[in-house]
Nanobody, 118 residues
Framework: QVQLAESGGGLVQAGGSLLLSCAASGRTPSPYKMGWFRQPPGKEREFVAHITWSGGSTYYADSVKGRFTISRDNAKNTVYLQMNSLKPEDTARYYC???????????WGQGTQVTVSS
C-alpha cells in the first residue's frame, strides 16, 4: 500500500511563504493525480489544489488561486505546495492525498500543521 509523508509545515507571519512537500512510497501503480487539502480548526477538510501525474494539469481552490502553486517530481513521487502571501485564514493542518482514478483519493498522509500569525 501507499504511504504519504508531509513535511515543511510551521509558523509563519502573514505575508510570508512556506513550502510543503509530500513524498509517496509503497507498491502501487502511478497515480492519476495528487492533491493538497487542509482542515482549519473546528472546520471540515477542504480542497486546496491538485495536479495530474501524467500531464501536470493543475487546479486550485478560489481561496488560494494566485498565491499557491502545486508542482510534482514524477521520478521522486513527490508533490509540493509553494504557499506565498500567506494569510491567517490559511492556518490549518495540511494533508496530501493520492488518487489512482479521476474521482477518488485512495490514500492520505498524516498532515502537517501550518500556522499563520497576524
Amino acid at each position: 500500500q501507499v504511504q504519504l509523508a508531509e513535511s515543511g509545515g510551521g509558523l509563519v507571519q502573514a505575508g510570508g511563504s512556506l513550502l510543503l512537500s509530500c513524498a509517496a512510497s509503497g507498491r502501487t501503480p502511478s497515480p492519476y493525480k495528487m492533491g493538497w487539502f487542509r482542515q482549519p480548526p473546528g472546520k471540515e477538510r477542504e480542497f486546496v489544489a491538485h495536479i495530474t501525474w501524467s500531464g501536470g494539469s493543475t487546479y486550485y481552490a478560489d481561496s488560494v488561486k494566485g498565491r499557491f502553486t502545486i508542482s510534482r517530481d514524477n521520478a521522486k513521487n513527490t508533490v509540493y505546495l509553494q504557499m506565498n502571501s500567506l494569510k491567517p485564514e490559511d492556518t490549518a493542518r495540511y494533508y496530501c492525498a493520492v488518487a489512482h482514478t479521476s474521482y477518488k483519493y485512495d490514500y492520505w498522509g498524516q498532515g502537517t500543521q501550518v500556522t499563520v500569525s497576524s
